[in-house]
């Protein structure tokens, strides 16, 4: 029996707050409690991901910076 992943937990490094999110697809999420944008690093197979390669985080790290979140 295959599993539909539909709703995840993201941890924001901003505010230290746990958020949950349905699954949209491989893009940036927007923190709950602060606005912070945060890749969607959880669906992500960690031991064949390299996250500095990841397009999504790198977004979302622009957003931040035009947001002055970082």
């Known amino acids: 029996m295959a599993f539909t992943v539909t709703k995840f937990d993201e941890w924001c490094p901003n505010c230290e707050s746990e958020n949950e999110f ?3 697809g491989k893009r ?9 944008a945060l890749a969607p690093c959880s669906l992500c197979d960690m031991d064949k991901t390299k996250c500095s390669d990841c397009e999504i985080s790198k977004r979302a790290e622009e957003i931040n910076r035009q947001n002055n979140k970082l």
């Open 22 to 24: 349905r699954v949209l």
């Open 28 to 36: 940036v999420y927007i923190c709950q409690h602060c606005g912070y």
